[in-house]
């Protein structure tokens, strides 16, 4: 008798709670709202964003707020949340956030969502932004094939998902144009933040030859680049310029700068130039540039890559091997 | 834990048992109290005011109709998972395995939600029975390792949580991948979904499956056969098997309705909020069901408590974040501090065993089985 | 097939996997002091996380990896105080106390790595361990490389091994510590303490565990990230079940574990691709496979009770 009282007694509680409170929604305001995963001082793909973030806040006079370590339930409240705060715009940072948009952004007409690294656009307001992963794989590609001596190039990735995939995809596909005697290796960790793994996985392929070797995500690139220090194997980095992670053995990063991509859709936003589509950007947008090269790298070999950068921004090249 | 509770005898009409009760309610609130008191210590040392911070943390969890559904929503499975380990732990049992078991739930009840075509309200009855089966069927192998072969269970239940989760993973990352850009399996079937109950919020009739299931297990032990064997087979298993009662098929029996209940919380949580398995699909609450079941003193009905609590923690904090910078990791602290408290606090409990000690001598019961769970 | 067979010859696999090991073995010879005196080692995780925190800010602000580890020892040993203070004074449930401790490390170290510093892009490194060949065996033809050309505290992980068998079997508190995990009552009639030897244990097992997660961050690796000890901690404890609870049990489990992983990224490296979830469960399931083929493997007999005196 005792714990039904306790029950329904809890009950009215919960009822009373959910009469007492009206949903407010506040007008818009000039207020930009970032979802990550992870933490925002990983050092890769959550930081970008992250830094992304405060350059709206630094160059456009954006109120920001972020929330971080974002689990999969909280996606769709999150983001209500936020609408309901009056945040014009509403930032998810990767795929798994696509099923959430989709629900939200039809209860907020207003509000603008941006996703960043997946492809839940509605025509609306949700846009999503895709890197052009394979793109720069095969710029990287075409840099390492041309660089390598023992024509054994290795690959180390985090966790198997598409845009690291695609990024593998175009690094084979430019070895395979520029130097078809290479062979190219790939090894998975399988965690964001085993770095002592991706040290051992690129330890493990500079032990069968590998002499030059691309990581792609956070603990891997860490892992890769102790890995390398010290040796003559040869460092292509992923995500931020990463040249003081292995000064002697950075060939070049492939810089991908949430911030130019959040600047300029945000631009677009505020001219009311932003439709629900799906942008893909990549070296012509200036979302993905390469880092200076490491002195390694000599000057014709720089001209064939750069050459390779400038064919792909006109549009000469567009088989990256991911069909 | 309460310890075994009373025999079936019938109850006595004593005030140890009204103190009882209230050390159940009064335990579980100093151990948060405290908890947030050395919370506060540390946020301030994070240059954060503590007052500013908790007022986010608690408007965040209950401050308008979407938080308190968020909070109601997050702790559903939350509740399911506490019930696990609640059933279990009554027959003597630890099944820590409820991570596994719910991983495993939801692999089933995305299966059964994405392959079949079934009429509306059967499918997602099939996919939740599915999940439960999931559950079931890998709470099993414990189960019968432990009853029949001797083997701890929380060794077990350990190693299978690990195989079961980079299982699924694999599962997500081939077999049931959707065709696409990402990886995560299709959507489960419209005809699968458990209805919204609120429109507008993601609270969803899990819920009310969630209580239905703590009304169940509440009954199963106190008022079924069943329920008084596995409370027996909990308390003393030798005498349990000098009383007759099949201590092993106790055990196995108990072992898969907890993870059915895991495997529930799993499918509940897909077909409710989800709709589609992703990599790292549970935060986690597997883990947080162990203190959950804690802080409710392994009763059916405290359980549901300390899955709002952990609900409400969690929901909270991301608003707290999102107001004053703080990270999300400051609550993981907050979590492990509460259950340090309770285990403190349970242990120290000294009113609590007099009071049941003079009960045993004056209803002439059984010893009473010494230590605190906690 | 000929590659692979290649590969598991080869110096440089037998190299790795000494590495891959040694933080494993750490962690299980720390654990196997708190599981022979009956409280189950699960706060493993946690303790190693806490040492790898501790030890890259030790090594950080002053510089010297040595440091740098002896921090790590101590906050590892500290912190284990916690669990030993729930599990053996409070008489908890060892396994609940176990979660709530690895979730507070979890947010103790995530914690205070942001109030160190902050979200920068500023790779925040540390001084490490350096390679230190052993003179003359290093030199040796096929053995020295294997063996001899590791971290200092890689050498400390293998030597460890006969000390704990020396301390375990051939001392009178080794055998203390081991009678209260098997009977603390009698234990106890006989005038040991056993909450006192329930302590040393799990104590023991923090400051080896924290030296395990050292390796990590001021060792292979010299820089932190949360969450970056990846269930290594459990794969310790998995170690020390495999191994039947024994020393040379643990020892070589954690051997296996090691030589398992190096293989697994020798075999990628060939162009060979499992999917790397199998390859993650894999050490899980060679454990729960060995022990229910081998049958029930002799645990502490009061292994996860906690002992009330009254």
């Known amino acids: 008798m005792k714990r039904f009282t306790v029950i329904m007694l809890c009950i009215l509680l919960v009822a009373t709670a959910l009469v007492g409170c009206t949903k407010k929604e506040q007008p818009l305001q000039k207020k930009a709202a970032l979802l990550i995963s992870g933490p925002a001082n990983d050092g890769g793909w959550n930081q970008l964003a992250y830094e992304?973030?405060?350059?709206?806040?630094?160059?456009?006079?954006?109120?920001?707020?972020?929330?971080?370590?974002?689990?999969?339930?909280?996606?769709?409240?999150?983001?209500?949340?936020?609408?309901?705060?009056?945040?014009?715009?509403v930032i998810a940072h990767g795929y798994e956030y696509g099923d959430a948009l989709d629900l939200v952004a039809k209860e907020f007409p207003k509000v603008t969502f941006i996703q960043i690294g997946g492809v839940a656009k509605n025509d609306k307001?949700?846009?999503?932004?895709?890197?052009?992963?394979?793109?720069?794989?095969?710029?990287?590609?075409?840099?390492?094939?041309?660089?390598?001596?023992?024509?054994?190039?290795?690959?180390?990735?985090?966790?198997?998902?598409?845009?690291?995939?695609?990024?593998?995809q175009g690094f084979?596909?430019?070895?395979?144009?520029?130097?078809?005697?290479?062979?190219?290796?790939?090894?998975?960790?399988?965690?964001?933040?085993?770095?002592?793994?991706?040290?051992?996985?690129?330890?493990?392929?500079?032990?069968?030859?590998?002499?030059?070797?691309?990581?792609?995500?956070?603990?891997?690139?860490?892992?890769?680049?102790?890995?390398?220090?010290?040796?003559?194997?040869?460092?292509?980095?992923?995500?931020?310029?990463?040249?003081?992670?292995?000064?002697?053995?950075?060939?070049?990063?492939?810089?991908?700068?949430?911030?130019?991509?959040?600047?300029?859709?945000?631009?677009?936003?505020?001219?009311?130039?932003?439709?629900?589509?799906?942008?893909?950007?990549?070296?012509?947008?200036?979302?993905?540039?390469?880092?200076?090269?490491?002195?390694?790298?000599?000057?014709?070999?720089?001209?064939?890559?750069?050459?390779?950068?400038?064919?792909?921004?006109?549009?000469?090249?567009?088989?990256?091997?991911?069909? | 834990m309460p310890g075994p509770r009373r025999p079936d005898a019938p109850r006595l009409k004593l005030p140890a048992i009204h103190w009882e009760n209230l050390a159940n309610v009064l335990t579980p609130m100093a151990a948060i109290i405290a908890s947030l008191a050395v919370g506060s210590l540390v946020i301030a040392m994070l240059k954060v005011n503590p007052v500013v911070a908790y007022g986010h943390l608690f408007r965040g969890a209950a401050g308008n109709l979407g938080q308190v559904t968020m909070t109601i929503t997050n702790s559903i499975p939350l509740i399911f998972a506490g019930l696990a380990v609640t059933l279990a732990f009554r027959a003597g049992t630890f099944n820590i395995g409820g991570e596994g078991q719910l991983y495993m739930g939801a692999l089933l009840a995305v299966w059964a939600g994405t392959a079949l075509?079934?009429?509306?309200?059967?499918?997602?009855?099939?996919?939740?029975?599915?999940?439960?089966?999931?559950?079931?069927?890998?709470?099993?192998?414990?189960?019968?390792?432990?009853?029949?072969?001797?083997?701890?269970?929380?060794?077990?239940?350990?190693?299978?949580?690990?195989?079961?989760?980079?299982?699924?993973?694999?599962?997500?990352?081939?077999?049931?991948?959707?065709?696409?850009?990402?990886?995560q399996t299709r959507q489960v079937l419209a005809t699968a979904r458990l209805p919204q109950l609120i429109s507008g919020t993601s609270l969803h009739a899990g819920i009310l499956l969630?209580?239905?299931?703590?009304?169940?297990?509440?009954?199963?032990?106190?008022?079924?056969?069943?329920?008084?064997?596995?409370?027996?087979?909990?308390?003393?298993?030798?005498?349990?098997?000098?009383?007759?009662?099949d201590v092993a098929k106790v055990t196995i029996i108990t072992m898969c309705l907890s993870g059915a209940l895991a495997g529930l919380a799993g499918a509940s949580e897909i077909l409710g909020v989800r709709f589609r398995l992703l990599d790292g699909f549970s935060p986690g609450y597997g883990f947080d069901a162990i203190a959950v079941a804690l802080l409710g003193r392994t009763t059916a009905v405290g359980t549901i408590f300390g899955a709002l609590f952990f609900g409400a923690l969690r929901t909270g904090a991301n608003v707290m974040q999102s107001a004053t910078g703080l990270p999300v990791v400051a609550v993981y602290l907050i979590q492990g501090l509460v259950v340090l408290f309770m285990i403190a606090g349970t242990s120290m409990d000294v009113v609590r065993k007099l009071l049941a000690k003079r009960k045993e001598v004056a209803a002439g019961a059984g010893p009473v089985r010494g230590g605190a769970v906690g | 097939m000929l590659d692979l067979l290649g590969v598991v010859l080869s110096v440089d696999f037998v190299f790795a996997s000494v590495r891959l090991a040694s933080p494993l073995l750490l962690a299980a010879m720390g654990g196997l002091f708190s599981?022979?005196?009956?409280?189950?080692?699960?706060?493993?995780?946690?303790?190693?996380?806490?040492?790898?925190?501790?030890?890259?800010?030790?090594?950080?602000?002053?510089?010297?990896?040595?440091?740098?580890?002896?921090?790590?020892?101590?906050?590892?040993?500290?912190?284990?105080?916690?669990?030993?203070?729930?599990?053996?004074?409070?008489?908890?449930?060892?396994?609940?106390?176990?979660?709530?401790?690895?979730?507070?490390?979890?947010?103790?170290?995530?914690?205070?790595?942001?109030?160190?510093?902050?979200?920068?892009?500023?790779?925040?490194?540390?001084?490490?361990?350096?390679?230190?060949?052993?003179?003359?065996?290093?030199?040796?033809?096929?053995?020295?490389?294997?063996?001899?050309?590791?971290?200092?505290?890689?050498?400390?992980a293998f030597l460890l091994l006969p000390v704990v068998l020396f301390v375990l079997y051939r001392t009178t508190w080794g055998l203390k510590l081991r009678s209260v995990g098997e009977n603390?009552?009698?234990?106890?009639?006989?005038?040991?303490?056993?909450?006192?030897?329930?302590?040393?244990?799990?104590?023991?097992?923090?400051?080896?565990?924290?030296?395990?997660?050292?390796?990590?961050?001021?060792?292979?690796?010299?820089?932190?990230?949360?969450?970056?000890?990846?269930?290594?901690?459990?794969?310790?404890?998995?170690?020390?079940?495999?191994?039947?609870?024994?020393?040379?049990?643990?020892?070589?489990?954690?051997?296996?574990?090691?030589?398992?992983?190096?293989?697994?990224?020798?075999?990628?490296?060939?162009?060979?691709?499992i999917p790397y979830q199998i390859m993650l469960l894999f050490p899980y399931l060679l454990t729960l496979c060995a022990l229910v083929l081998v049958g029930k493997s002799q645990s502490p007999a009061a292994l996860g009770q906690p002992y009330d005196k009254t």
């Open chain 1, 52 to 89: 992304g973030l405060t350059t709206l806040r630094d160059k456009m006079g954006f109120q920001i707020a972020v929330t971080e370590n974002v689990k999969q339930a909280d996606h769709a409240q999150l983001m209500r949340n936020y609408a309901n705060q009056g945040f014009k715009y």
């Open chain 1, 125 to 168: 307001n949700v846009n999503a932004v895709l890197f052009t992963s394979a793109e720069a794989g095969y710029i990287t590609g075409v840099l390492a094939a041309l660089m390598t001596k023992s024509n054994k190039l290795g690959l180390v990735g985090a966790v198997d998902i598409p845009s690291i995939k695609a990024d593998f």
């Open chain 1, 172 to 323: 084979k596909k430019a070895v395979k144009d520029f130097n078809p005697a290479a062979t190219v290796v790939e090894a998975w960790t399988g965690s964001w933040t085993d770095i002592a793994k991706g040290k051992e996985a690129a330890l493990a392929q500079m032990a069968t030859g590998v002499d030059v070797i691309m990581a792609n995500g956070d603990a891997a690139n860490h892992g890769a680049a102790e890995a390398v220090r010290g040796t003559k194997v040869l460092y292509i980095g992923w995500s931020r310029d990463q040249k003081e992670y292995a000064p002697d053995s950075h060939m070049v990063s492939n810089v991908q700068s949430v911030a130019n991509i959040l600047v300029n859709l945000v631009e677009r936003g505020e001219k009311g130039d932003l439709k629900g589509a799906l942008y893909i950007m990549g070296y012509k947008e200036g979302a993905q540039y390469l880092s200076e090269y490491g002195a390694m790298v000599p000057a014709d070999v720089r001209a064939k890559v750069n050459k390779v950068v400038e064919d792909i921004k006109a549009g000469k090249i567009t088989d990256f091997g991911t069909k």
């Open chain 2, 117 to 183: 075509r079934l009429p509306l309200g059967v499918h997602v009855l099939a996919a939740l029975a599915c999940g439960a089966a999931g559950g079931a069927a890998w709470a099993l192998v414990p189960g019968y390792l432990k009853a029949r072969r001797g083997f701890n269970e929380v060794i077990i239940t350990i190693l299978m949580n690990y195989i079961a989760v980079w299982f699924v993973s694999y599962m997500v990352h081939s077999l049931l991948r959707e065709p696409g850009w990402s990886p």
């Open chain 2, 210 to 245: 969630a209580i239905a299931a703590a009304v169940a297990v509440h009954f199963l032990l106190t008022r079924t056969g069943l329920g008084f064997a596995i409370r027996m087979v909990g308390s003393n298993r030798e005498a349990a098997r000098w009383a007759g009662i």
């Open chain 3, 35 to 156: 599981e022979r005196a009956g409280v189950l080692s699960l706060g493993l995780e946690g303790m190693m996380l806490t040492g790898t925190l501790a030890a890259f800010l030790g090594s950080y602000y002053t510089g010297s990896p040595w440091v740098g580890l002896a921090i790590a020892m101590v906050c590892g040993g500290l912190m284990s105080l916690l669990y030993a203070l729930a599990c053996v004074t409070f008489r908890a449930n060892q396994v609940v106390a176990a979660v709530g401790f690895n979730i507070l490390a979890l947010g103790a170290t995530g914690l205070a790595f942001r109030r160190a510093f902050g979200i920068t892009d500023k790779l925040h490194k540390a001084a490490s361990f350096q390679p230190t060949p052993i003179p003359y065996l290093a030199d040796l033809p096929v053995v020295g490389p294997m063996f001899f050309r590791h971290l200092p505290l890689v050498y400390v």
């Open chain 3, 184 to 273: 603390p009552l009698a234990a106890d009639t006989l005038g040991v303490k056993v909450q006192a030897m329930r302590y040393a244990g799990i104590v023991i097992c923090g400051v080896l565990a924290a030296a395990g997660g050292s390796l990590l961050s001021i060792g292979f690796i010299s820089t932190f990230m949360e969450e970056m000890t990846a269930g290594r901690g459990f794969i310790a404890f998995a170690a020390i079940i495999f191994g039947k609870w024994t020393p040379v049990g643990a020892f070589l489990a954690a051997l296996l574990f090691g030589a398992a992983d190096a293989l697994q990224l020798r075999v990628q490296a060939l162009g060979i691709n």
